[in-house]
């Protein structure tokens, strides 16, 4: 029997979430009176449910209800068996708190990182206390190198241009035996990724991939300049990726969104213009099964 591999969608928010804190901009009000509209930070949970196993991609601030959240789903999962990290920005690995001795305490868990984010961690408290109680192990992720999980399930780390002031940043394929995801919460630009992310992306049945910002416009309205703001624009990925979307399987998911971005409101215009061109949103909850 196939050992049954799921991705399921932890959050799908910028590092600071929705409502962003110290914020009053219509989407962040909106959000607080609507519940089912907030969104926490961008995280997955890569599932194995007949093995009652899986494993977290980024640790965010959000983790404790995060975890709370994906138990009422799959009541059969217990902790989990490992974490995988992408870069050192505090929505993706600073979750790591609640493995501590004031929470989790968990004992030897992998924490799967590249070279720099593991001296980071091993050499900074609070993080440094984790790995010296051993409450984690750091465990390394190389460059294209294939990490296998349980075997029924395979990531490989593509290493992605994104500030990096501390630590390279990663993207992950996760391959099941048939099904393939990419997921790239964050990069600066996609042309100054050394890898073509139509080839990449022509390679896997889903993209959840960052959609931070929609428009120049939004960043104009909040007072920044997008020279400044390193990411790729959702209206630039829709454009490189027009093609594939209409003419191939692979279906695109656009994730990590900031409390600006109009596709967080899903009566906006904006969402169903992005929707009408065939580009998903992705939310709290989807499930994507790749074995
Ligand atoms: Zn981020
Ligand atoms: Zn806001
Ligand atoms: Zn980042």
Avoid at 107 to 123: C, I, N, R, T, W
Wanted: aromatic share 8%.
């Amino acid at each position: 029997m196939q050992t049954k591999v799921i991705v399921k969608v932890l959050g799908t928010a910028q590092d600071g979430g929705v409502p962003h804190p110290n914020c009053s901009c219509e989407h962040c009000q909106l959000s607080d009176h609507r519940p089912e509209l907030r969104r926490l930070a961008s995280s997955l949970a890569i599932i194995l449910p007949d093995l009652k196993k899986w494993h977290l991609v980024d640790a965010t601030p959000d983790m404790r209800e995060q975890l709370t959240f994906l138990k009422r789903s799959h009541p059969e999962l217990g902790l989990m068996d490992s974490v995988l990290l992408t870069h050192a920005h505090i929505g993706h690995y600073t979750g790591l708190m609640f493995l501590g001795k004031e929470v989790i305490s968990t004992k030897h868990l992998p924490v799967y990182a590249g070279q720099e984010m593991q001296d980071f961690l091993a050499s900074h408290a609070p993080w440094k206390q984790l790995v010296d109680l051993q409450n984690i192990n750091l465990e390394s992720i190389w460059p294209d190198e294939v990490l296998v999980l349980d075997n029924a399930v395979k990531v490989t780390p593509l290493q992605v241009p994104h500030r990096n002031e501390y630590a390279k940043t990663f993207g992950f394929v996760i391959s099941g035996k048939v099904k393939k995801l990419l997921y790239i919460p964050d990069i600066d630009r996609w042309e100054q990724w050394d890898r073509d992310l139509q080839e990449i992306s022509s390679s896997v049945d889903y993209c959840l991939v960052d959609g931070t910002f929609f428009s120049e416009q939004e960043l104009t309205d909040a007072g920044r300049d997008y020279k400044h703001i390193p990411h790729p624009l959702m209206s630039t990925t829709m454009d490189l990726l027009a093609n594939l979307v209409q003419n191939s399987k692979t279906k695109v998911y656009f994730t990590h969104f900031n409390h600006t971005n109009p596709a967080v409101n899903p009566d906006s215009d904006v969402t169903a213009m992005i929707r009408s061109k065939g580009f998903e949103i992705a939310e709290e909850g989807m499930e994507f099964q790749l074995s």
